[in-house]
């Protein structure tokens, strides 16, 4: 079954202030991604981590893997009414195959 | 830019019926996948396929079969449709190496009355 859980499963924020999701596996992650998807609409790719303690940077995002690649985050800074949507993150096996197993998402509200 | 499309954006069918899903990608990918989405329960991979008539089953693979006899298409099979199907189903497709996102359908509500 999934291995892959991600907290918290909803939060509402006030425009501006800051957001974090978690996402936490049992093994040892081969690599991370992470997915956007706006209401009504399909999951989009945003990032992918590899290395242990890697941290990327996508303008208000920071990405981060964990030291033992069990564990990763996504803050948002300041966030805007743009952001609202909910955040997946996924397990990728790395290999030829590729398999994507994705964590139960986070749901973000931002209020104006 | 990489197309991934599903037959249907809305479907309704009858408990019992067989459905069939379509999802045709236009980039050569090798990797193709079924999800089901519900709320709270995210994404749940009922299928993969990683080549011509190659599968994987995923988490949730009862009640479905699929089929991949072209490289461009994946197809998801309900064999008898049961009110408990009723849900989102989003099609995938990516390359195995490199970079390995996954691009996504536009996603098919399917309801089974």
């Known amino acids: 079954g999934q291995q892959v859980m991600q907290i918290p499963q909803y939060q509402h924020v006030q425009e501006g202030e800051d957001f974090t999701t978690y996402c936490n596996s049992s093994t040892t992650l081969s690599n991370i991604q992470w997915y956007k998807q706006r209401p009504g609409g399909h999951p989009v790719f945003l990032i992918q981590l590899v290395k242990s303690g890697e941290v990327k940077k996508q303008k208000r995002l920071t990405f981060q893997f964990g030291e033992a690649k069990k564990n990763s985050s996504l803050h948002i800074t300041a966030t805007q009414t743009t952001d609202v949507g909910t955040y997946f993150c996924?397990?990728?096996?790395?290999?030829?195959?590729?398999?994507?197993?994705f964590g139960t998402g986070t749901l973000l509200a931002v209020q104006p | 830019d990489v197309k991934v499309t599903q037959s249907s954006r809305y479907l309704v069918k009858r408990t019992g019926e067989k459905v069939f899903l379509e999802c045709v990608q236009d980039?050569?990918?090798?990797?193709m996948f079924w999800y089901r989405q519900d709320p709270g329960l995210g994404l749940r991979l009922i299928y993969f396929?990683?080549?011509?008539?190659?599968?994987e089953k995923g988490d949730i693979p009862e009640g479905y079969s699929v089929s991949r006899e072209k490289k461009e298409r994946f197809s998801l099979i309900l064999e008898s449709a049961s009110t408990n199907q009723t849900s989102m189903y989003l099609c995938?497709?990516?390359?195995?190496?490199?970079?390995?996102?996954?691009?996504f359908g536009q996603g098919t509500r399917l309801t089974v009355v």
């Open positions: 996924a397990e990728g096996n790395g290999g030829a195959t590729n398999k994507l197993i």
């Open positions: 995938a497709s990516s390359p195995p190496w490199g970079r390995t996102e996954a691009f």
């Open positions: 980039m050569d990918h090798e990797n």
């Open positions: 396929s990683y080549d011509v008539k190659m599968k």
